[in-house]
């Protein structure tokens, strides 16, 4: 079984940052990948930023520039660098995995992933 905590969270003001982690415990493979999601209320969940198993990364085109994913695998630990916030990028964050995985999609609808409880971004304008 696999557990994963957000962490990071909290509010700011445009042009801010923040940084969110994930942290990943459990039964987990030594290929896996891991994914940041967001949803904003009314909205569907959105993928945001994802890392492979090989460390290639992709980005969602509305956080391309600003946004940095990056891993620590010996601390199976997830990050997201959030640089330049915006008001629109208020949302509550979730950590994806897929445990046995080597390409983790941007897409909420992956079978594989199992789910984080989320932790919530607010920016202010």
């Known amino acids: 079984q696999v557990h994963l905590a957000e962490s990071g969270g909290g509010s700011v003001q445009a042009g801010g940052s923040l940084r969110l982690s994930c942290a990943a415990s459990?039964?987990?493979?030594?290929?896996?990948?891991m994914t940041w999601f967001r949803q904003a209320p009314g909205k569907e969940r959105e993928g945001v930023a994802g890392?492979?198993?090989?460390?290639?990364?992709r980005y969602a085109d509305s956080v391309r520039g600003r946004f940095t994913i990056s891993q620590d695998n010996a601390k199976k630990t997830l990050n997201l660098q959030m640089n330049r916030l915006k008001p629109e990028d208020t949302a509550m964050y979730f950590c994806?995995?897929?445990?046995?995985?080597?390409?983790?999609?941007?897409?909420?609808?992956?079978?594989?992933?199992?789910w984080g409880q989320g932790i919530q971004v607010t920016v202010s304008s």
């Open positions: 994806a995995a897929d445990p046995a995985g080597d390409f983790c999609p941007l897409n909420p609808k992956y079978t594989r992933f199992i």
């Open positions: 459990g039964d987990i493979n030594k290929r896996y990948c």
């Open positions: 890392i492979d198993s090989d460390g290639s990364e």
